[in-house]
C-alpha cells in the first residue's frame, strides 16, 4: 500500500524563553503523518507533547516561545506563514481538539454560536447556512437532538458530549490533519471508548490523518497505526504499532509496557523516579538516570537516532545495530 | 425571575426598619436635645418655656417608642415631618433635589462605562504599549486624587483657560459635564484596572486557546470571548458603585454649586435638621437596595449558568 | 530566621525602584509632620495681613495665603492632621476589627453570626452617608469625625480578618497543634496572627491612602477639623477662592495628597507582591 504522506515535520526544537536562558521542550521532533492512519504520540506527562501539538498548530505565543524546524502540510511549508494564513488553517486544513472539553468552551456562549461562529470565520456562508452545516455535523457524530444542543450551553452538556460537539466543529471543515490532545482523558471509561470508536470511523470516512497523544498505552494500541514514544523532549522510539508492541527496543518503552496492568500479571512493575524536569539539562540520555541498562557512556554522549529500518531508536544499545544492517530503507 | 425580585423586595423591609430605628436612637441617644437643635436651626431664642412648648409640639415629651410609631405611621404615607429649617416638608424637599442628583449620577454613570471599559479593554489588549503604560498612569493618578480637588483643577482647565464650559451651576446639559466627569473618574480608573486585569485573567483561559486552534479571527477573541467573560464580574460591581456615587455626589456638588440632594444635606447637617438626615438616611437605604438588585438583575441576563439554573429551580 | 527573612525581603523590596522612591518620600513627608515645630519657618496660624498673597520666595518658601500665613508651615503642620488622624483612625479600628474578628471567626456561633449581619448592613452603605449621619448627630469636629470613620472602618477588618483566619483555621497545621493540646491563646498569638499580619499590613497600607482621601473629603465639606488648625482638605477649600488669581494656593495641598496617597498605594502593592513571594 502507498502511504500518501500528508504532513512532515522535521527537526522541530521548541523552547520557552525565560530570563536566564532558553528552557527546550521539544528537542529535534521529526515525524510525518499519512493519510487516513493515526499516529499515537505517548509519553508522561511533561515529556513536550502538549508543547509539540501547540507548536504544530501555531498556537504558542511568539514573545515566550522559540519554534524551530521545518512543518510541512500537503508539500507545503507552514511555519513561515503570516498570521492571518495560519488562523486559516488552523480549525480548517489542520483541526485540534483539546483536551478538555468543558474548559475549553466559552460559560457565557450556547454551542451553536461557538459553531456557528467557527464556521463563519472559514466559509463565508450567512448565519442560517452556518446553522445548516452545524446541523448536519452535528447529526453525523450521532448526537441526539442536534437542535436542541445548538441552543444549550456548556455546562448543561456532560463532558463526553462537548467532546462530540469538539470532534463535529474540528471535522466540518474535512480536515487533512486533525491533532487530538488527549482526547478522553478527563472522560470516564465506557465514554472514552465510544469517543474513541466514533473518532476512527470518522477518520476513516474522512481520510483524515490523526496526531493522537496519549498517556494510556490501551488507547494508543487501539486507535494508532504507527507509534512514537516521547521522553524527555525527545522521540525515543519510533515505528508501527506491531514493532512496538512485539518488538519493543528502547527500554524506557518497555519500562512503559511492564507497568501497564493486565489480567495475567500478579504484580505492576513500577517505573521508579519522575521524568526529568524540563529546567534541568543535561548531557545524554534523558533517560540514563532511571533505565535499568544504563551504561557508562550513557550520560556522556548526545544521543543520535539509530535506524533500523522499520524501526528508529534512541539508545546506545542499538549503536552497533544501525551499523550491521547496512542502510536497508531510507 | 420575578419570584426572585419580589423576594429580594421583601428583604427591603427589615433593612428600612433597621437603618431607621438605628438612625432614631443616635438621635435621642446625644446629648444634644432635638428641641434645642431645632430652636436653634429656627433661629428662636432659647428659653426654659420656649423649650417645653417646642417639646409637646415636636412630641419629644412622649416616650420614645411611642414617638418611633408615630413618624413610622407618618412615613408610610410619605410625611417625614417638615425641615427645622426651611419648615418645607422633608419630602418635598427631599424629591425637589433628588432628580438633580440622579441626573448627575447618571451622567456620571455614562461617563464611568465611556472611559473604563474602552480603556480597560484596549489597554489588555495592547499590554506592555506605550498605550498600556498611559493608561497605568491614569489608573494610578485617578484613584489617588482627591475628587473635589480634580474638580477645580478641571474647572480651571476648561472653564477658565478654554473658556469652554461653563464654571458651576446647572442650566444647560454643558453644566453637567464637569461635575459628572469628577464624579466619574475616581471609579473609573479603579474599573479601568479591574477590567483590564480581568481580560488577561480570561486570556489565559483554555477556552481562548480553544478560540484560537478553531481559527477565529482575533476580533472575535478578543471582542466576544475575552471581553465579555471579563465584563460579568464588572456588571455587579457596577451597580454597587452607582450607589456610591449618588451618595459620593455630595462632594461634587458642593464643589459646582449643584443644587442636589449633596448640598441639601449638609446644609442640614451643619443645623442638625434631625428630620431631614431621617429622610436621607431612609432615601439612601432605599436607593441602596435598589441599585444593588439592579445589579443581580443585569448579571442574572448576562450569566446562562444563572439564568437557566434559575428556571431549573422554578420548573 | 525570622532576621533572615527580614532580610530577603527588604533586599526584594529595594529592587522596586518606584516603591522605594514612594518610601523615602513617606518618611520625608512623616518626618516633616513630626519636626514640623522645628522645620517650619512660621508659626502655621499665624495672621499678618500685610504679608497676605505673597508669591513663593524669600522669608515664605511656598508664599502666603489670604492671611498672610505661611504656606510651607502650613503644609507641615497639616501632615499631623491630614496623615496623622488617618493613621489614627486606621490603628484603631483595624485593633478593634483584629481583636473581633480572631475572635469571631475562632469562636463562630451567635457572635459571629450577629457581628456578620451587622456588617452586611453597614458595609452596603458607602462611609460618606454614615459618616455624613453620624456628624449631623453628633456635630462637626476633628474628634466626631474620626469616631465615625473608626466605627465604619471597624466592620471591614472584622470581614476581612474574620476570613483570613477561618482559611488558616481550616488548614491542617492548626488541628496538630490543637490535638497537641496547645491553648487557644498559644495558638492565635503563634500560629494564627503571624499568618494573618504580613495581608493586613498590605491592606492596611492601601486603606491609609484611601482613609485619606476621605478624611480630606470631610475637611473639605467642613466636617472635620475646624479653622485655623491647617489641613490640606481645608487648605484646597480656602485656596479655591483665589482659583483665578493664586491658584498655587490650591495646587500645593492637592498635589501634596495625591502623591501621599499614590506612594501608599504603591507601596502597598510592592509588599503584596513581596509576601505572595514568600508564600510560593
Known amino acids: ?330 | 425571575m420575578r419570584a426572585y425580585i419580589i423576594k429580594r423586595l421583601i428583604t427591603l423591609v427589615p433593612v428600612l426598619f433597621g437603618v431607621t430605628i438605628l438612625t432614631f436612637i443616635l438621635i435621642h441617644m446625644v446629648p444634644v436635645d432635638p428641641a434645642q437643635a431645632y430652636m436653634t436651626a429656627c433661629k428662636i431664642p432659647i428659653t426654659e418655656k420656649a423649650l417645653a412648648s417646642v417639646r409637646v409640639e415636636l412630641g419629644l415629651d412622649r416616650p420614645l417608642v411611642e414617638q418611633y410609631v408615630s413618624w413610622l405611621g407618618k412615613a408610610v404615607q410619605l410625611d417625614f415631618g417638615k425641615s427645622y429649617v426651611s419648615q418645607d416638608p422633608v419630602f418635598q424637599e427631599i424629591t425637589h433635589s433628588f432628580p438633580n442628583t440622579m441626573l448627575l449620577t447618571l451622567a456620571a454613570f455614562s461617563w464611568l462605562i465611556l472611559i473604563s471599559l474602552p480603556l480597560g479593554f484596549l489597554s489588555a489588549v495592547f499590554k506592555d504599549s506605550p498605550f498600556d503604560h498611559l493608561s497605568r498612569i491614569f489608573t494610578f493618578v485617578g484613584a489617588s486624587i482627591p475628587g473635589f480637588w480634580l474638580g477645580f483643577l478641571l474647572i480651571q482647565l476648561f472653564a477658565m483657560k478654554l473658556n469652554i464650559l461653563p464654571i458651576m451651576g446647572k442650566g444647560s446639559w454643558q453644566h453637567l459635564v464637569l461635575p459628572s466627569l469628577t464624579l466619574a473618574l475616581n471609579y473609573a480608573a479603579t474599573y479601568t484596572r479591574i477590567l483590564r486585569a480581568g481580560v488577561l485573567e480570561n486570556l489565559n483561559q483554555p477556552f481562548i486557546l480553544y478560540a484560537e486552534a478553531r481559527g477565529l479571527k482575533q476580533r472575535i477573541i478578543f471582542g466576544k470571548h475575552a471581553f465579555k467573560n471579563a465584563l460579568l464580574p464588572v456588571v455587579n460591581a457596577f451597580g454597587v458603585s452607582f450607589g456610591y456615587m449618588l451618595a459620593g455626589s455630595v462632594v461634587v456638588e458642593v464643589v459646582f454649586a449643584w443644587p442636589g440632594l449633596g448640598r441639601l444635606i449638609t446644609s442640614s447637617v451643619f443645623n442638625r435638621d434631625y428630620p431631614m438626615i431621617q429622610g436621607y438616611v431612609l432615601l439612601m437605604a432605599i436607593v441602596f437596595v435598589i441599585s444593588n438588585l439592579l445589579a443581580d438583575i443585569i448579571s442574572t441576563l448576562i450569566d446562562p449558568r444563572i439564568r437557566i439554573g434559575d428556571d431549573k429551580v422554578a420548573a | ?280
Open chain 1, 1 to 330: 500500500m502507498i502511504k500518501t504522506n500528508v504532513m512532515e515535520i522535521k527537526n522541530l526544537n521548541v523552547s520557552l524563553k525565560t530570563q536566564g536562558r532558553d528552557v527546550p521542550v521539544v528537542k529535534n521532533v521529526s515525524f510525518n503523518l499519512y493519510e487516513g492512519k493515526v499516529l499515537g504520540l505517548i509519553g508522561e506527562s511533561g515529556c513536550g507533547k502538549s508543547a509539540t501539538c501547540l507548536s504544530i498548530m501555531g498556537l504558542l505565543e511568539r514573545d515566550r516561545w522559540n519554534v524551530a524546524g521545518s512543518i510541512a502540510l500537503n508539500g507545503q511549508a507552514i511555519q513561515g506563514y503570516n498570521q492571518e494564513k495560519v488562523r486559516r488553517l488552523r480549525g480548517g486544513t489542520l483541526s485540534m481538539i483539546m483536551q478538555n472539553p468543558i474548559g475549553s468552551f466559552n460559560p457565557l456562549i450556547t454551542l451553536g454560536e461557538h459553531f456557528i461562529e467557527t464556521i463563519r470565520c472559514h466559509k463565508t456562508v450567512s448565519k442560517k447556512e452556518a446553522q445548516q452545516i452545524a446541523l448536519e455535523m452535528l447529526s453525523k457524530i450521532n448526537l441526539p437532538q442536534p437542535q436542541k444542543i445548538m441552543k444549550q450551553y456548556p455546562f448543561q452538556l456532560s463532558g463526553g458530549m462537548l467532546q462530540r460537539v469538539m470532534i463535529a466543529i474540528a471535522l466540518f471543515m474535512r480536515p487533512s490533519v486533525l491533532i487530538a490532545d488527549e482526547p478522553t482523558t478527563s472522560l470516564d471509561v465506557t465514554v472514552q471508548y465510544q469517543i474513541l470508536g466514533e473518532l476512527s470511523q470518522l477518520r476513516d470516512n474522512y481520510k483524515t490523518s490523526m496526531l493522537l497523544v496519549s498517556h494510556d498505552l490501551g488507547i494508543i494500541a487501539q486507535m494508532a497505526d504507527n507509534v512514537a514514544v516521547m521522553y524527555g523532549g525527545y522521540i525515543v522510539e519510533k515505528a508501527s504499532i506491531l514493532e512496538i508492541f512485539h518488538n519493543t527496543l528502547h527500554p524506557y518503552t518497555r519500562a512503559l509496557m511492564q507497568s501497564k496492568p493486565s489480567f495475567t500479571k500478579n504484580r505492576l512493575n513500577v517505573l521508579e523516579g519522575y521524568p526529568p524536569s524540563i529546567m534541568q539539562i543535561k548531557a545524554g540520555c534523558p533517560f540514563a538516570e532511571r533505565c535499568s541498562y544504563v551504561q557508562k557512556d550513557c550520560q556522556k554522549f548526545e544521543m543520535s537516532d539509530y535506524d533500523l529500518g522499520s524501526h528508529t531508536v534512541r539508545c546506545l544499545l542499538y549503536a552497533s545495530a544501525e551499523e550491521a544492517i547496512p542502510c536497508a530503507c531510507s
Open chain 3, 1 to 280: 530566621m525570622i532576621r533572615l527573612l527580614l532580610k530577603q525581603m527588604a533586599q526584594r523590596f529595594l529592587k522596586r525602584k518606584p516603591a522605594v522612591i514612594c518610601l523615602i518620600f513617606m518618611l520625608g513627608v512623616v518626618l516633616g509632620g513630626i519636626f514640623a515645630p522645628w522645620l517650619a519657618p512660621h508659626d502655621p496660624t499665624e495672621v499678618a495681613l500685610k504679608f497676605k498673597l505673597l508669591a513663593p520666595g524669600g522669608q515664605f518658601p511656598l508664599g502666603t495665603d489670604d492671611m498672610g500665613r505661611c504656606v510651607f508651615s502650613r503644609l507641615l503642620y497639616g501632615t499631623r492632621a491630614s496623615l496623622g488622624s488617618a493613621f489614627v483612625v486606621m490603628i484603631i479600628a483595624l485593633m478593634i476589627g483584629t481583636t473581633i474578628g480572631t475572635f469571631s471567626a475562632y469562636k463562630g456561633g451567635h457572635i459571629d453570626n450577629i457581628l456578620m449581619r451587622l456588617c452586611d448592613i453597614f458595609l452596603s452603605f458607602p462611609s460618606l452617608v454614615i459618616v455624613l449621619v453620624i456628624v449631623g448627630v453628633l456635630g462637626p469636629g476633628l474628634i466626631n469625625v474620626m469616631i465615625s470613620m473608626i466605627l465604619v472602618q471597624w466592620l471591614w477588618y472584622v470581614r476581612i480578618v474574620r476570613s483570613l483566619v477561618l482559611s488558616i483555621t481550616s488548614r491542617s497545621f492548626i488541628d496538630a497543634a490543637k490535638v497537641a493540646g496547645t491553648s487557644d491563646r498559644v495558638i492565635i498569638w503563634t500560629h494564627i496572627l503571624p499568618n494573618v499580619l504580613p495581608q493586613l499590613i498590605v491592606l492596611s497600607t492601601i486603606d491609609l491612602g484611601s482613609l485619606i482621601l476621605h478624611f480630606s473629603g470631610y475637611s473639605f465639606l467642613g466636617l472635620g477639623i475646624q479653622p485655623p488648625t491647617p489641613e490640606w482638605g481645608m487648605m484646597i477649600e480656602n485656596g479655591r477662592r483665589f482659583i483665578r488669581s493664586t491658584p498655587e494656593l490650591m495646587y500645593y495641598p492637592g498635589i501634596l495628597i495625591t502623591l501621599v496617597v499614590i506612594s501608599l498605594n504603591l507601596i502597598g502593592d510592592a509588599l503584596r507582591d513581596i509576601f505572595d513571594g514568600n508564600y510560593q
